[in-house]
């Protein structure tokens, strides 16, 4: 039998793999070095809300109250046993915004400021929202009428009562650009007060900016304690009942902490007290340990840079404001870029503490109302927001970078070809992409598009008119890209005013090369 030569072999092209990675669950990461974040977090999450399983983006807002004149700075809440209302304030006067749609006459006028602290308190005569702003006479509201309560105080202007708080069964107030807070006696909303200096208490000075009621139990009882912040960052924690009565208050501890952003710097979660400074947003138990040091215990820690970023350019500005929104998952921070004007939210999860930064809703102040969320603008409107699939008619656009990805590959770089998002929508949605590669920061160049109505709203739009509902269907068509490099990201926006949209991974189509 005769031998057959050996062929040579022929060299082989590169051979095409596919890669998945998974929708940035992990929130958005203002903290780690961008070669080492983990492949669940993103560089930039804007308008995407990350949940337990996927990334969906954000519901819109509509307008709900109208016919204010000028920015809308306090919305406060009437919360008695019986009944509910929702004020707004704006300009120099006070609506009922309860209801959607115009407003009609202020129900208080002739007002000096709009940015206005409140609290809900009941005694045995009533519930009342009292509510002060450090230029008028604080006022409150029993259900039906407005009252200007008669004050007096040696060496007080009750018009300077600044922040009100409730305290073990007391109103306490703070005394506008001084280290004095004012209390009554308990359960009461009139009369005689009485003042406590704390100059002596904080040796860096300033003023006091705002008080709470930090429970070390989560429940009410002995282990209350009254919470006063100053200007200077620094916290004086008392505990007791009467400061009258040197036994039954007492000093447990002064300590320091960042300097915090605004009046409305502070928001009570479960037992404890998240405070906004210029370090961060850090729960009071953390702060008072280590806060100036250690940033790891501040709830913002992963997106450290963005807060600090915030702070140093825009914590002058009037409109920072904590607020939980517990139907949503949420625990918004609300950050003016500028004032009066435009505002972005920085956004956590409060199941999976994750990050996101929203835009589009240049809101002043904010509202939780009969479990809803709404916020006041800048144009004399108060906005139901977490609802709908646009901003007002606008597009809401989703703007994302998750982190970069090797892919399991360091070392060796790839030819990136094609990539498909793998979305979940009641409609077609076409994202925009750019492909970013070894840390590229590249915008997509191409128009976001969506086609559909996702369907008609129940007893609400008109019969035979609207499009049914339709189901929500996988979206998962392949784009073209062309890159080389080590790692990768894909820079996607979507647009839509009409559709909901979810994330749930993007799949990859890259030849690797060898080792350079």
């Known amino acids: 039998m005769m031998l057959q030569p050996l062929r040579a072999n022929r060299a082989r092209g590169p051979v095409a793999v596919g890669r998945s990675t998974p ?21 930039l999450l804007d308008n995407w809300f990350p949940e337990t399983g996927r990334v969906r983006l954000r519901r819109g807002h509509v307008s709900h109250a109208t016919g204010m004149s000028g920015p809308i700075e306090s919305l406060m809440t009437y919360a008695s046993p019986t009944a509910q209302k929702m004020f707004a304030a704006a300009g120099t006067a006070i609506y009922d915004a309860s209801a959607s749609g115009a407003v009609g006459a202020a129900t208080l006028s002739g007002l000096m400021n709009a940015r206005w602290q409140y609290v809900n308190f009941g005694t045995s005569g009533g519930h009342f929202l009292y509510i002060v702003n450090g230029e008028d006479d604080p006022r409150y509201f029993d259900g039906s009428t407005w009252t200007t309560p008669t004050i007096t105080g040696t060496g007080l202007a009750p018009a300077n009562l600044i922040h009100v708080n409730v305290f073990k069964r007391r109103l306490f ?12 006696p308990i359960t009461t909303i009139a009369g005689e007060i009485a003042d406590f200096n704390l100059a002596s208490v904080f040796p860096r000075g300033g003023y006091l900016v705002a008080m709470g009621t930090w429970t070390r139990d989560a429940g009410d009882g002995v282990d209350d304690l009254a919470v006063f912040v100053t200007s200077e ?24 902490i960042g300097r915090p952003i605004g009046r409305r710097c502070m928001v009570k979660i479960g037992a404890d007290l998240v405070v906004i400074t210029e370090d961060g947003f850090y729960p009071l138990s953390v702060a008072i ?12 820690d992963k997106i450290v840079g963005a807060v600090t970023e915030a702070a140093r350019t825009h914590g002058a500005k009037f409109g920072w404001q904590p607020i939980l929104y517990p139907r ?4 918004l921070f609300n950050i003016p870029t500028a004032e009066n004007s435009k505002a972005v939210q920085f956004v956590a999860n409060t199941n999976t503490k994750a990050w996101c930064r929203f835009v589009g ?21 108060v906005y139901k927001a977490d609802t709908g699939a646009s901003d007002n008619g606008a597009n809401i656009v989703g703007d994302a970078k998750p982190a970069f990805n090797y892919f399991g590959a360091r070392g060796r770089q790839k030819r990136f070809t094609m990539v498909r998002p793998m979305l979940v929508s009641n409609g077609n949605v076409a994202p925009a992409v750019a492909l970013n590669v070894d840390f590229q920061d590249r915008a997509p160049q191409s128009t976001p598009t969506f086609s559909g109505s996702g369907g008609f709203a129940w007893d609400a739009s ?34 839509t005013n009409a559709l909901d949209v979810y994330w749930n991974a993007t799949d990859w189509l890259m030849e690797p090369g060898g080792p350079l």
């Open 289 to 300: 340990q280590n806060a100036r040091f250690n940033d790891k215990g501040a709830i913002s």
């Open 462 to 495: 008109p019969w035979d008119t609207t499009p049914w509902t339709l189901s929500e269907q996988i979206l998962s068509d392949w784009q073209s890209v062309n890159g080389v490099g080590y790692c990768a990201s894909l820079r996607m926006r979507v647009a």
């Open 328 to 331: 949503g998952n949420m625990l």
């Open 173 to 184: 107030f703070i005394e506008d650009g001084t280290l004095r807070f004012w209390y009554f």
């Open 361 to 381: 809703m240049n809101a002043n102040c904010w509202e939780v109302f009969n479990g809803d969320l709404y916020f006041g603008g800048n144009d004399g409107k």
């Open 233 to 256: 960052g620094e916290v004086a924690i008392y505990q007791g009942t009467d400061p009258a009565d040197a036994a039954a208050w007492a000093l447990v501890g002064v300590f320091h």
């Open 23 to 43: 929708a940035p669950t992990g929130g958005w990461n203002r903290r780690d070095n961008i070669a080492a974040m983990d492949p669940a977090d993103a560089v």
